[in-house]
């Protein structure tokens, strides 16, 4: 079975600061999604990542892919309090079909 | 189109009763996906439909859970014989081929 897993699990950050999360997963993928979820709410779609080295942005948030070494990050520039929610990463391969295996999240807090 | 819908939004339900829940998948989706989180934890995969056939299901989805898409639009999970460890968000998600999901808002069972 695809694992997957995000480091950290929680992150306190100051507002202003810079930040990796970090996504690996166990088996050859070759799509790679980012979500954000906000407490008791379902989760809003961030990136879609579809082959090596792909990079995107959106605002202060940045994600990449490395399919050779299994990794995800996704970059936080200059926080700010908007940020702070839960981001999960998301893998699914010809392999899984059609299901997304997600990690187990990382919850970011943003300190003013 | 309003997105993906569920109902109801939250369910009490004592243990050993039914419930069921509904989904509207975004109209041009011909897939769509259940979901199940629990607190902390990243979704994980129930069962798919591609128009009304149920390709896929997990091993989670013992025999008191079904699923149907009948005319392949809108979608009902059904838990029977409720139990604690059913308590949970239950997220529905539509999607066209292997693209990334849309999310509905969730359905969450709270097993009394």
């Known amino acids: 079975e695809l694992k997957v897993e995000q480091n950290p699990l929680f992150l306190s950050m100051q507002e202003g600061k810079n930040y990796t999360i970090y996504c690996n997963y166990s088996?050859?993928?070759?799509?790679l999604y980012w979500y954000r979820q906000d407490p008791g709410k379902s989760l809003e779609s961030l990136f879609v990542?579809?082959?090596?080295?792909a990079v995107k942005q959106e605002g202060r948030l940045m994600a990449s892919l490395d399919t050779k070494a299994r990794l995800s990050t996704l970059h936080i520039t200059a926080a700010v309090h908007d940020l702070s929610a839960t981001y999960f990463c998301?893998?699914?391969?010809?392999?899984?079909?059609?299901?997304?295996?997600f990690g187990t999240g990382t919850s970011l807090t943003v300190i003013p | 189109d309003t997105g993906v819908s569920q109902n109801p939004r939250h369910k009490i339900t004592k243990r050993g009763q039914n419930v069921t829940f509904r989904c509207d998948p975004i109209?041009?989706?011909?897939?769509l996906y259940w979901y199940r989180q629990t607190l902390g934890q990243g979704p994980e995969f129930l069962t798919y439909?591609?128009?009304?056939?149920?390709?896929?299901k997990s091993r989670l989805l013992s025999d008191r859970f079904s699923a149907e898409r009948p005319k392949g639009s809108f979608s009902t999970l059904e838990i029977q014989r409720t139990e604690q460890g059913d308590s949970a968000m239950y997220l529905c998600?539509?999607?066209?081929?292997?693209?990334?999901?849309?999310f509905g808002s969730g359905t969450r069972l709270t097993v009394v």
């Open positions: 998600a539509s999607s066209r081929a292997r693209e990334g999901y849309t």
């Open positions: 998301a893998v699914s391969t010809s392999l899984t079909g059609n299901q997304f295996y």
């Open positions: 088996t050859t993928s070759d799509r």
């Open positions: 109209s041009e989706h011909n897939r």
């Open positions: 439909f591609q128009n009304e056939a149920q390709l896929e």
């Open positions: 990542l579809l082959s090596n080295g």
